[in-house]
C-alpha cells in the first residue's frame, strides 16, 4: 500500500470539516509495550473535527512530523492539534487582518503565513516574530507563498479590484513578490494585463536554476468576461523576470491551481478545465523543465470537477489529486481524490467523500509522509 497522506477542509455553512487520519504502531520496550504514531494508512479517516469560518477559502493546513497539524483559519488565526484532533496551542494577531491564508514551514521550525496584503513569520509555537504589510495602491492578496533556497520568501497572487487605469495599472495583474528574510519586500513584478481583474497565480515552485515557475489563469483576450480564462504558466529567474510562458485553454474556464516540482526535473499541475458553461472538469498535465507539455488529461462528470491540490505519492508512480465534485449545478460539494499514472496520466481511480459538503468551496491538502 503506497503511504499517501490526504487532508480534508471543506466548508459547510458556517463551519468547517477537517478529516485524515494516523495509525499506531505498537512498539516493544524495556517497560512493556508503547504506541508509536505512524502515518501510512490510505483514505481512512481517524478525526473528524469542526471549526468555524467565513470561507473554505480561509483555510490551509500543513502537516508535522508525529501527525499532529498546524491550520490556519478565522479566530484563531493559527493552531496545531495533536493526530487525535486536540488543540496543542492556537494564536491570534491583533497586528494582521484578512483571509486565505497561505501556510508554509519554514528551515528554523516556524511557519510563513500571506493571505490579504498581510506577510507574517511565527517561531515553532506560532509566536509572532515579524508581520509586513503589502503597501501598494490596491489589496495584493496572497495566494501561494514559499521559503527559497536562498534564506528569503517569494509569494505569488492577484490584485483586488476592478480594471484600473493610470496610475494604478497594477490593479487587476497578477504578481509575484520577492521578501527577504525579515519580511521587507525587496522586489514585485506583475503579470497580465491591468484591465483583466481575474488575471490570477495561485502557486509556485523554485525551479533548479533558483528562477520560480508560477501558474493560475489569464482571461481571455478582450477580458470580454471575467470568468473565462486560460491556464497560465511563466517560468522566471530569480529576479521574477519571464524566460518562457505556457498557456493552454478553449473557450470556458482552464486553470492550474498547484504545482509541484517532479523528480526528472519538470513540473506537475492541477486545476480544472471547462467544456461548457457548466460542464467543467478536474485538469492535471505534466510538462518538462522548458515548458514543453508531456501528456495533459481532464477528467469528471456532466457537471463540476475541480482540482486543488496535487502531490507525488512516495514510489513516484501516482499522481494524487485533492478537489472537489459538485454532483448538480447549484448544489453543495463533495470532496474528491483522483489518483492518475505519472507517466501517461492515465486515471486510475477516484474516490468520493458524500458526508462531507460545502455551500461556498473546498480546499484540500495532500501531504507525503515525511
Known amino acids: 500500500m503506497q503511504s499517501v497522506r490526504v487532508h480534508y477542509v471543506s466548508l459547510v455553512s458556517i463551519f468547517s470539516i477537517l478529516s485524515f487520519n494516523c495509525g499506531y504502531n505498537e512498539v516493544a520496550t524495556n517497560n512493556g509495550m508503547s504506541h508509536e504514531i505512524e502515518c501510512t494508512d490510505l483514505l481512512d479517516t481517524n478525526f473528524v473535527k469542526y471549526f468555524s469560518a467565513?470561507?473554505?477559502?480561509?483555510?490551509?493546513?500543513?502537516r508535522e512530523s508525529n501527525c499532529s497539524y498546524v491550520i490556519t483559519g478565522n479566530n484563531p488565526l493559527?493552531?496545531?492539534?495533536d493526530y487525535s484532533g486536540n488543540e496543542i496551542w492556537s494564536k491570534?494577531?491583533?497586528?494582521?487582518t484578512g483571509s486565505r491564508w497561505a501556510l508554509?514551514?519554514?528551515?528554523d521550525g516556524g511557519f510563513i503565513i500571506g493571505g490579504s496584503q498581510y506577510i507574517f513569520k511565527t517561531d515553532s509555537l506560532g509566536e509572532l516574530e515579524w508581520h509586513r504589510k503589502l503597501e501598494y495602491n490596491y489589496p495584493h492578496y496572497v495566494r501561494d507563498i514559499i521559503e527559497t533556497t536562498q534564506g528569503d520568501f517569494a509569494a505569488v497572487g492577484s490584485v483586488s479590484g476592478d480594471p484600473g487605469?493610470?496610475?494604478?495599472?497594477?490593479?487587476?495583474?497578477?504578481f509575484l513578490v520577492k521578501l527577504n528574510s525579515e519580511g521587507v519586500p525587496v522586489s514585485i513584478k506583475r503579470y497580465g494585463r491591468a484591465l483583466c481583474p481575474n488575471d490570477i497565480l495561485y502557486g509556485l515552485v523554485q525551479a533548479?536554476?533558483?528562477?520560480f515557475v508560477v501558474v493560475g489563469n489569464i482571461q481571455h483576450d478582450g477580458c470580454s468576461f471575467e470568468w473565462y480564462d486560460d491556464l497560465y504558466v511563466i517560468k522566471t529567474d530569480y529576479d521574477g523576470n519571464g524566460e518562457w510562458w505556457l498557456r493552454l485553454g478553449g473557450d470556458y474556464w482552464d486553470d492550474a491551481r498547484d504545482i509541484i516540482k517532479m523528480p526528472d526535473g519538470g513540473y506537475a499541475l492541477a486545476g480544472r478545465k471547462g467544456l461548457s458553461r457548466w460542464d467543467i472538469n478536474l485538469y492535471v498535465l505534466r510538462i518538462t523543465s522548458e515548458g514543453t507539455v508531456l501528456w495533459e488529461k481532464n477528467f469528471?462528470?456532466?457537471?463540476?470537477?475541480?482540482?486543488?491540490n496535487v502531490i507525488l505519492s512516495d514510489d513516484g508512480q501516482v499522481l494524487l489529486v485533492g478537489g472537489f465534485n459538485i454532483p448538480v449545478p447549484g448544489q453543495s460539494h463533495v470532496q474528491k481524490t483522483w489518483a492518475v499514472d505519472v507517466a501517461t496520466g492515465q486515471w486510475l481511480w477516484s474516490v468520493e467523500d458524500s458526508a462531507r459538503y460545502g455551500e461556498a468551496n473546498f480546499?484540500?491538502?495532500?501531504e507525503n509522509n515525511d
Open 208 to 211: 533548479d536554476d533558483g528562477g
Open 104 to 107: 508554509k514551514k519554514t528551515s
Open 78 to 81: 493559527l493552531r496545531k492539534i
Open 54 to 62: 467565513l470561507s473554505a477559502d480561509e483555510y490551509n493546513i500543513i
Open 92 to 96: 491570534d494577531y491583533t497586528e494582521v
Open 300 to 308: 469528471g462528470s456532466s457537471t463540476m470537477d475541480w482540482g486543488n
Open 165 to 174: 487605469s493610470s496610475p494604478h495599472y497594477e490593479k487587476g495583474q497578477s
Open 363 to 366: 480546499n484540500c491538502c495532500l
